[in-house]
Each structure stands twice: as C-alpha cells, then as structure tokens.
C-alpha cells in the first residue's frame, strides 16, 4: 500500500486546523453543513452530467486505487522477466505455461500463456498492446473526471457564497446577526477552494501518476515477453530492461553475470 496520498490529505487538512488554532478560532467555524453540501453535491452533481453514467462508475471504482495503489518496483518487475528467460532458456517455451499459472498479475499471465500457445511475434505485440491501450485510457478517463471536479468547484463555492450574501442583503435590518451570516456566506468560497485543491485535484493527479507507472510496467512487460520470445538472453534482457527506467543506474558487472 503507498500511503502518499493519504499522509498528503491529512498534511494538508492538519495545515487547516493548525493555522485555525493558532489563529484563535475553531474547526467549528469552517463545518457549516450548508455550504458543505451545496459545494460538494453540486461540484459531484456537475461533474456526473458532464460525462457518461460509466465516466462516473469507473472514477468512484478507482478512489481505492487512488488511495491504495502501488506499483510494482522495476527492480522486482526486472528480477521476475530475467528469471522467466533464465528458464525459458533452460526448458523452452512451453514451459512458460506454469509461469503462466502462477502470475498474479494478469497482464503477465495473458502475456505468458500467449507464448506458450505459440502465437506469433506481430499478433502478440498487437493484442498486448491494444490492451495496454485500453486500461491506460481507463486511468487517465478516471483521472480527468476527477480533475474536472477540481476546475468546477471553487467556481461552485463562488456561487454558494453570492446565494449566501442574496441572503444577508435581505436581512439588513438586523444588523447584530450580519457578521455570522457573512462570515457563513464565505464559507462556501472557502469549501470550493479546499476540495478542488485538497481532494479533487490530489486525486486526479495521483491516478494519472499511477496509470502511467501501470503503463510503463506493462510495456516493460511487452518488450520482455517478445525478447524471450525470440531467444533474448538474460543477459540482455537485463540490461534492456534496466534502459528502460529513468534514474535508473546501470547495473554492475557481477549483477549482470547473475543474469548471464
């Protein structure tokens, strides 16, 4: 589990309510259930009419990804193709089979019983990487939804905020109360900016972060299968794959005589 996202939601929000204590005042000021549920339902309400019933199916399926998702270390992703090699090598390629049997990743299990079935090198690449395409498109649909949330709430809270001070104008003649209400009518503003830039915003840019790690992993993936495939040695395959990491230092020799 990568925690990043969660330990930055509860830095951001703890920020808050620092700066409220320190301040002298209280959480209390800011959870107005009004102003909550006008930005928050309608920025969700808006957001769902500006796509399709499955845009916002797909995007609420990924909060988990969001918040739990991790991405396989290359390193590790590396470790497994070389061994995959090092026995397709030993034993040929219908011993990939089993290999196939026992991935938990299905994108490799896919990949690996392709091969041991013999399908070619040009309808291999072509199934996988239309499948690569596929669920990159579904990560960065579900990123998008959530970045357009971002870009219609403080605009929303804007809106909450001039409905909130139509409703102090309208009471002028109580002058003991219009500080409370004018206070409650920002409130709203304030609300459109928190969940775009601490919830909406945060969360599309984590799932389009971790599509593209999905995506550079199963490309990683690809390129493996077809070397071994086509007889590749381990030896470089490693040092193909280790290219194929950005910042990623190039592997010593004795690592590469591992792999030989």
């Known amino acids: 589990m990568d925690i990043a996202l969660l330990v930055g939601l509860i830095g951001a929000f703890g920020s808050v309510v620092a700066m409220l204590t320190l301040e002298g005042s209280s959480v209390t000021s800011i959870i107005l259930p009004a102003p909550m549920i006008m930005v928050l339902g309608a920025t969700i309400a808006v957001s769902f009419g500006s796509g399709t019933l499955s845009d916002f199916l797909v995007a609420m399926k990924s909060i988990s990804t969001a918040f739990r998702g991790k991405v396989e270390k290359p390193t590790a992703v590396i470790d497994q193709l070389v061994g995959i090699a090092e026995k397709a090598r030993r034993e040929g390629l219908l011993s990939l089979e089993s290999d196939a049997a026992e991935a938990k990743d299905p994108f490799l299990k896919n990949a690996l019983q392709n091969v041991a079935d013999g399908v070619g090198e040009e309808e291999l690449r072509t199934l996988l990487d239309d499948e690569i395409a596929t669920k990159d498109r579904v990560g960065k649909a579900s990123a998008r939804w959530f ?14 905020t001039v409905i909130s001070l139509t409703h ?6 109580d002058p003991g109360h219009l500080g409370p209400m004018i206070a409650s009518a920002f409130v709203a503003t304030l609300w459109g900016l928190l969940s775009a830039n601490f919830i909406w915003l945060p969360i599309g840019d984590r799932l389009s972060r ?3 790690l999905e995506t550079q992993r199963r490309q990683m993936i690809l390129e493996a299968v077809l070397a071994v495939q086509a007889g590749a ?4 395959l490693s040092e193909r794959l280790q290219a194929m990491i950005p910042n990623q230092p190039k592997p010593k020799d004795k690592d590469l005589a591992k792999a030989a």
């Open 147 to 160: 970045k357009m949330a971002g870009g219609y709430a403080p605009t929303i809270g804007i809106i909450g």
């Open 168 to 173: 102090v104008l309208a009471n002028l003649s």
């Open 210 to 212: 971790v599509t593209e």
């Open 233 to 236: 040695g381990p030896r470089l």
